[in-house]
C-alpha cells in the first residue's frame, strides 16, 4: 500500500534554529497536510496546501512556519526560529482530493527543540 | 505519535471479544467523520469514515454508528486481537471548511488481553 514518508523521524535542534521537516506525498494524492501532536496532547492541523499555495491554516500556523513543495515531489515544513513549544511529533497527511477523502499520514518527525 | 502523559480513556477486553469504543464531537454542522488508529511510533492509521447522511457503515470487522442527535460516534470491533491494541481517535470535519482540515478528539487507549 502506498505511504506518506517523512524524514528525518528525529530532529533536535537548539532554539531560535531553523529546521525544515521533509514529507513525500502518495504519489496521485493532490492535497497535502500538516499536523502537530504535542506530547500528551490532540493531534492538530496546522496548514493545507494544494495547487502550490496554502488553502487554509489554523492560528498555530503563524509567521515563524511556511511550506513549500520545491521540486514538485518533497512538501515541506520550514520552523525559522525555533521555541521550546515547538517540540512535538509533527505529521505530514495527503490525500486525494476527492471530497471527503480520508487523510492518509505519515509516521511523524518527532521534533526536539532545546 | 506517542501519547504518554495524555490521560486517556482506556478500554480494556479479552482476546476474541467485541470492542466498543465511543466519541462525543463537538460541531453538529460537521459532516464528515473518521476513526484513525494510532500505534506507539506510528502516524494515524486510516479505518473507517462516515458521512453524515449516514448513520452506520461497515468495513472488515470494524463498523462506525453515528448518532447525530446526540453528537456521538462509536466504533466497533468484532474479535478483537492483540494487534488492535492502539490508541484510537475520532476526527471530524466541519461542514465548509477546508478539506482535511480535521478536528481530532482526545482518543481512546484500547489494550487487549491474550
Known amino acids: 500500500e502506498p505511504e506518506v514518508t517523512q524524514t528525518p523521524s528525529h530532529q533536535v535542534t537548539q532554539m531560535g534554529q531553523e529546521v525544515i521537516l521533509r514529507c513525500v506525498p502518495i504519489s496521485n494524492h493532490l492535497y497535502f497536510y500538516w499536523y502537530r501532536q504535542i506530547l500528551g496532547q490532540k493531534v492538530e492541523f496546522l496548514v493545507s496546501?494544494?495547487?502550490?499555495?496554502?488553502?487554509?491554516k489554523s492560528e498555530i500556523f503563524d509567521d515563524q512556519f511556511s511550506v513549500e513543495r520545491p521540486d514538485g515531489s518533497n512538501f515541506t515544513l520550514k520552523i525559522r526560529s525555533t521555541k521550546l513549544e515547538d517540540s512535538a511529533m509533527y505529521f505530514c497527511?495527503?490525500?486525494?482530493?476527492?471530497?471527503?477523502?480520508?487523510?492518509?499520514f505519515g509516521n511523524g518527525t518527532r521534533l526536539t527543540v532545546t | 505519535g506517542e501519547n504518554v502523559g495524555l490521560h486517556l480513556p482506556t478500554l480494556s477486553v479479552q482476546e476474541g471479544d467485541n470492542s466498543i469504543i465511543n466519541c462525543a464531537y463537538s460541531?453538529?454542522?460537521?459532516?464528515?467523520f473518521i476513526w484513525y488508529k494510532q500505534e506507539s511510533g506510528k502516524g494515524p492509521q486510516f479505518i473507517i469514515d462516515i458521512r453524515s447522511n449516514m448513520d452506520k457503515r461497515q468495513g472488515q470487522r470494524v463498523t462506525v454508528l453515528l448518532n447525530k442527535t446526540v453528537k456521538h460516534l462509536s466504533l466497533q470491533i468484532a474479535a478483537t486481537q492483540p494487534g488492535d491494541s492502539a490508541v484510537y481517535f475520532c476526527a471530524e470535519s466541519p461542514s465548509g471548511g477546508s478539506q482535511g482540515n480535521l478536528i481530532f478528539g482526545k482518543g481512546t487507549k484500547l489494550s487487549v488481553k491474550p
Open positions: 460541531n453538529s454542522a460537521s459532516d464528515y
Open positions: 496546501f494544494y495547487n502550490n499555495e496554502i488553502s487554509e
Open positions: 497527511a495527503t490525500s486525494q482530493g476527492v471530497y471527503n477523502s480520508p487523510l492518509h
